[in-house]
């Protein structure tokens, strides 16, 4: 690991405060950080219901996963630096090596192995029994000193501390009826294909600002491409994603955000996808994302 900046705080003291001040929605989510060294952080996510992407599997939705590896790899490069300042993610990439087995918590070792003046460099594995098994390994960039709050000291404005529980509404006739965590977070298909998830304060990562956790953005992308894809190829049984890169171009604030996808090639086992999620413009998005999906395959189909 290259050597980082000399912490302001002793380690202990340092590691105690990333352990107690999660995003908002690290907090309610559960997730845990059991233990801390410099530049590295194991963590771990108990398994709730509300967390699964399929309810015939019992699997968990892929933005579970995506928003548990973003939010260790946060807690890595907040412990490699000295808590005065903020950080955001830049990009993010998850390659999923296989399904989370339903009913057991998920855990994350994530190291941050370089760090820059402005740019620090993750790597991180997700995995249940052993990490030499992982569910999915993640590489990502933060930048450093994103903005002029700072998470570890600042404290959110007291009309900001009556947080939700994660909940999902029932809604057996909808399109996310097997999928509790996207109902979760109230994401809902408009007549044109368009996906919305409106703002609450359980998706907040940062809560000074406050902005969107940069989780549930890669989540609402990637629940986006799986929808929009379904719908388009007409195939019976949702794909499964192989590997998602998310790029953040700009914070996602406290507003509604809206999501679409367009399928770059398409063969007989697997397709190509880009998904962009915004705001208030089409045209100025807060993230992209870039990935690809594995088909069932279609009888007397040729994979291109």
Request: hydrophobic letters at 40%.
């Amino acid at each position: 690991m290259t050597r980082s900046p000399s912490t302001s705080l002793p380690f202990d003291a340092l590691a105690e405060v990333v352990k107690r001040r999660h995003s908002v929605y690290g907090h309610i989510s559960g997730l845990q950080l059991d233990r801390a060294a410099p530049g590295e952080a194991w963590s771990s996510l108990a398994y709730r219901p509300v967390f699964v992407g399929d309810t015939e599997t019992g699997v968990l939705h892929g933005g579970v996963v995506t928003a548990m590896l973003d939010e260790s790899c946060g807690m890595a490069v907040q412990l490699a630096l000295d808590a005065t300042g903020a950080i955001a993610t830049l990009d993010l990439r998850i390659d999923y090596q296989k399904p989370a087995t339903p009913g057991l918590a998920i855990k994350a070792h994530s190291v941050c192995y370089r760090v820059t003046r402005s740019i620090a460099f993750v790597r991180s594995t997700a995995y249940q029994d052993s990490e030499d098994d992982p569910v999915a390994t993640a590489t990502a960039c933060f930048m450093i000193g994103a903005n002029r709050t700072n998470m570890l000291a600042d404290r959110p404005p007291k009309d900001r501390h009556d947080v939700p529980t994660l909940e999902a509404p029932d809604d057996p006739t909808g399109p996310f009826a097997n999928s509790p965590f996207a109902r979760c977070l109230g994401i809902a298909v408009r007549d044109d294909g368009t996906l919305v998830m409106p703002f609450s304060p359980k998706i907040i990562g940062n809560p000074i600002l406050p902005a969107i956790h940069g989780g549930m953005t890669g989540a609402f992308l990637e629940t986006t491409a799986i929808i929009g894809v379904t719908r388009e190829l007409g195939v019976s049984a949702p794909p499964k994603p192989i590997g998602l890169t998310i790029n953040y171009l700009r914070s996602g604030r406290a507003l509604d955000s809206y999501a679409n996808v367009s399928i770059v090639k398409q063969g007989r086992r697997i397709v190509a996808f880009e998904a962009r999620a915004w705001q208030n413009d089409p045209d100025r998005p807060i993230a992209t994302a870039f990935g690809h999906f594995m088909l069932r395959p279609t009888p007397g189909a040729e994979e291109e």
